[in-house]
């Protein structure tokens, strides 16, 4: 998985990374962070339809419930059972083994309306988020 | 943003802060949720040992001629059963049978007592106290805000806390001592809140960041860790421990919460006897019932429970438990005849998740070596 640094962000904290055509998306080390002790993450079938902004996975730490929203629209083209079965992963690793789904973008420029990571790390700073 | 201006304090917070403890407003103090992990802090308590600040707990004196009957009045449980250098666990009770508080009541000598009680309803405890001495001989004192309260929990606190305590070891479950440290007073009870062996120490404030970097170096070897509100609520739920407010409160009894043991029908009056025998002869309506999830999920407070299809109640505290690593929760249910093993279903994050009914507490503790 890449680098945080080259993957896209949402306001909502999902990171997302297009590679061979497929979107891989997860949430980035400040939201595992804040979330902490990850439990439990339902995540959606492969071949679903979700449209951009759309709630389509559930992470659950100790602490509380949070929708994963699907940075782009598309298919789900696959989950990361792992995750699914380890769940820490994601506060481990959240870029890379703790990955969550993989969208088949109907449209990749959706990608461009999303944060950079030197825009998201500001995003961060900003007292509104 | 919550206006922290106007949050309460302990003498810990700046030490805490510093360790880098997440910080949340609980009941209007600013106190640590988790110093590293929930999930490890939990953990460390159940297997080697947690320290935790519950300064903001209050502690109210009572000495005095009529202290022991004024306190016997005020309790649902039988405070002639303890004698100097024994505490107790109680409930106070309105008249209505409901719960005021949940207590502890210690004895540090004859006619002299301190309660140990909730940090949200310290301010109504008093005037509740102060209201039923009245004509009484008997001396009260809020000494909420001139202690600081440390509690180490788990099966290895015996042997940290001996090392600044000798004479803990020899304390019975529930037994008090009153000794001093760092050259003042300080009460070293064998209680908590996890459902560990351990200790809950009170001393003045000014002593009470020394305790706690005494026991924070001293634990480092044991594998014992500083623990936040977090793991304070997945242990006590795990243990079967009431959460004043939200599991109990002036409008649910101590029978419809399960318990019973804590009600000495037989002792002379007190306050909410009658109720309590009312609610006895008539039966309840409903009562606090275990639920463990039968699928992945984690419930949450206000969660609906559904026995047979139709909604039997709300869940008022429910979580991952980390020792049984599935979902649990307890709520008022309406169906009072469900025995546990029941198959229920609970709502949790907009859909209906297999559980059942459970018997609580849900963790018992392996038998103390000792």
Known sequence: MPAPEKCRFAKSHEWAYLDGGKVAVGISDHAQNEITDVVFVELPKPGRRVKAGEACAVVESVKAAFDIYAPVSGEIAAVNADAAKDPSLVNQSPHDKGWLFAVAPADPKELDALMDYARYQEFLKSAAH | ?370
């Open chain 2, 1 to 370: 943003m919550t206006a922290t201006a106007e949050l309460r304090r302990t003498a810990l917070y700046n030490v805490q802060k510093e360790m880098g403890a997440k910080l949340v407003d609980f009941h209007g103090w600013e106190l640590p949720i988790q110093f590293s992990s929930i999930l490890k802090e939990h953990q460390a308590v159940r297997t080697a040992c947690g320290f935790f600040d519950v300064s903001h707990m209050g502690q109210i004196w009572a000495e005095g001629r009529d202290a022991a009957d004024f306190l016997q009045r005020l309790n649902s449980n039988d405070i002639r059963r303890i004698g100097p250098g024994k505490a107790i666990y109680s409930h106070l009770l309105n008249e209505r049978g409901g719960v005021v508080d949940d207590v502890i009541v210690s004895c540090l000598g004859p006619g002299r007592y301190m309660t140990v009680v909730n940090a949200a309803t310290t301010g109504k405890d008093w005037a509740w106290f102060q209201k039923h001495a009245r004509g009484r001989e008997i001396r009260l004192e809020n000494m909420s805000d001139f202690y600081g309260m440390l509690a180490v929990q788990g099966p290895l606190a015996r042997r940290i806390v001996s090392e600044l305590v000798p004479g803990c070891v020899k304390l019975p479950r529930f037994g008090v001592l009153e000794t001093e440290l760092f050259g003042r007073q300080a009460i070293v009870q064998r209680t908590g809140y996890t459902g560990e062996d351990g200790f809950e120490i009170m001393v003045p404030n000014e002593v009470c960041v020394r305790l706690w970097e005494e026991l924070i170096s001293r634990g480092r070897s044991y594998g014992a860790v500083p623990c936040g509100l977090g793991a304070r609520d997945t242990l006590r739920l795990e243990a079967g421990y009431l959460l004043y407010g939200q599991d109990v409160d002036d409008e649910h009894s101590p029978f419809e919460a399960g318990y019973d043991w804590v009600v000495k029908l037989d002792k002379p009056d007190f306050i909410g006897k009658q109720a309590l025998e009312r609610q006895k002869r008539e039966g309840l309506r409903r009562r606090l019932t275990g639920v463990k999830l039968s699928e992945k999920g984690v419930p949450r407070a206000g969660g609906a429970v559904y026995a047979d299809g139709r909604k039997a109640g709300e869940l008022c505290s429910a979580t991952f438990s980390p020792t049984l690593g599935t979902g649990i929760g307890v709520g008022y249910l309406d169906r009072t005849d469900l025995a546990p093993g029941r198959s229920v279903e609970v709502e949790i994050h907009g859909r209906r998740a297999a559980a059942e009914t459970a018997s609580v507490p849900f963790y018992k503790r392996p038998v103390a070596a000792d």
